[in-house]
């Protein structure tokens, strides 16, 4: 079965304190691993997508990696503005464009 | 640099009624979805429209229907609310239908059924 497993469900960091979210995949024919940022009340933001093993991608304090079973998303230190839900999203081989979809990380960093 | 537009933002529906959530996107995308998100459960796929004239069953599809009205829109329909359909509805886009398009998601719409 199709399934993406996010850990921890919930990190409480301090401003500067490094940390890594994980997204773990078990999904057929993966075409592309996404990453999103959700703030309370919105909709999901698209931060990264990455498509095959040893991929690497970067928006300041933010780096997703990708290897064949999981990817992380590292945040070098964070400020209070990253607290969120991050998900993580994985879209399979087949016709059509459907992601599944994570339960999400909630981070909240602390002054 | 709207994006995709929902609406309404918030709606209390009764058992029985029925409604219909707007969507609309302004980036040229070919394809829209509509997906929930429920407490503990990843965002679930209802319907999809790959190119405007086509829609087709997602994951959790029963309790709803969808029109594609252009290439811009496409409404989600509850036509007899229950309470298990309280949730938060987003809409979203993609340029194109395959896999490992980039899906862009509305703002959400809050909608309690009592």
């Known amino acids: 079965e199709d399934q993406v497993t996010q850990s921890p469900e919930a990190l409480r960091l301090q401003e500067g304190e490094s940390s890594s979210l994980n997204c773990s995949y078990t999904v057929s024919g993966l075409r592309g691993l996404f990453w999103y940022r959700q703030d309370p009340g919105k909709g999901p933001e698209f931060l990264f997508t990455l498509y095959s093993a040893g991929e690497e991608k970067e928006k300041e304090r933010l780096k997703a990696t990708l290897t064949k079973k999981e990817s992380f998303l590292h945040i070098t230190a964070p400020k209070p503005e990253d607290s969120a839900t991050y998900l993580c999203?994985?879209?399979?081989?087949?016709?059509?464009?459907?992601?599944?979809f994570g339960t999400g990380t909630l981070l909240a960093v602390q002054p | 640099n709207a994006g995709v537009t929902q609406t309404p933002k918030f709606q209390v529906l009764k058992t029985g009624q029925s409604m219909t959530l707007q969507c609309a996107q302004d980036m040229n995308h070919n394809s829209m979805y509509w997906y929930r998100q429920d407490p503990g459960m990843g965002l679930r796929l209802i319907y999809y429209?790959?190119?405007?004239?086509?829609?087709d069953k997602g994951e959790v599809p029963n309790g709803y229907n969808v029109s594609r009205l252009n290439k811009r829109e496409f409404s989600l329909r509850l036509e007899s609310a229950a309470p298990s359909q309280t949730s938060v509805y987003f809409c979203a886009s993609s340029a194109l239908p395959g896999p490992g398009n980039t899906i862009y998601f509305g703002e959400g719409s809050w909608l309690t059924v009592v």
């Open positions: 429209s790959a190119s405007e004239g086509t829609t």
């Open positions: 999203a994985a879209s399979k081989g087949g016709a059509t464009n459907k992601l599944i």
